[in-house]
């Protein structure tokens, strides 16, 4: 019974997740400006900085996704598979830099596809690793809807530390 209810809280924040990831992916997408104004982003860089966070903005499905999936494992106590997916990311944003940024003089557009492009990959990893892996619990796409008993536990848990 515990099994499946750790499905469930799963489920509960990767709906939960997903929601808001679409809202702040549209907000991103049409306040890239404002935002990288109010970042104080120099003049001279603001558009390449609009760029950056429009792309970020877009790919932030992978990012949050990433980030989800790492603390997933970390959770049921693996932190070797997000330390070799962040060290997956880490590498190929390296080797995309170089190539977006050094070769193709992409700017900061092309950090932000590298960025992008090598959480993409790390998150395909994992969900590999997570389908060849025994997780400790339950899980099906049953579980992935919004229950608002694990959303306010999320958040009385996730705001503070966000704040932080």
């Not at 860089?45 to 903005?57: E, F, K, P, S």
């Not at 999936?69 to 049921?76: D, E, H, L, T």
């Not at 090598?118 to 997780?135: E, L, N, P, T, Y």
């Amino acid at each position: 019974m515990l099994q499946e209810k750790a499905g469930e809280v799963i489920g509960g924040a990767i709906a939960f997740f997903i929601v808001a990831t679409v809202v702040l992916t549209v907000i991103i997408l049409v306040f890239a400006r404002p935002i990288s104004i109010l970042m104080k982003s120099p003049e001279e860089a603001l558009d390449d900085t609009v760029a950056y966070v429009r792309i970020c903005g877009a790919g932030l499905i992978f990012i949050v996704a990433y980030n989800l999936v790492g603390s997933i494992f970390r959770g049921i106590g693996d932190s070797k598979i997000p330390l070799l997916t962040v060290t997956i990311a880490c590498v190929l944003n390296i080797l995309g830099d170089l190539l977006l940024v050094a070769v193709f003089h992409m700017g900061a557009v092309g950090a932000a596809i590298a960025t992008i492009f090598a959480q993409a990959i790390s998150v395909i990893i994992s969900m590999f690793v997570i389908r060849k892996h025994k997780m400790p619990f339950n899980f099906s796409r049953k579980y992935i809807r919004l229950n608002s008993i694990h959303i306010k536990s999320i958040l009385k848990l996730g705001i503070p530390i966000a704040l932080q």
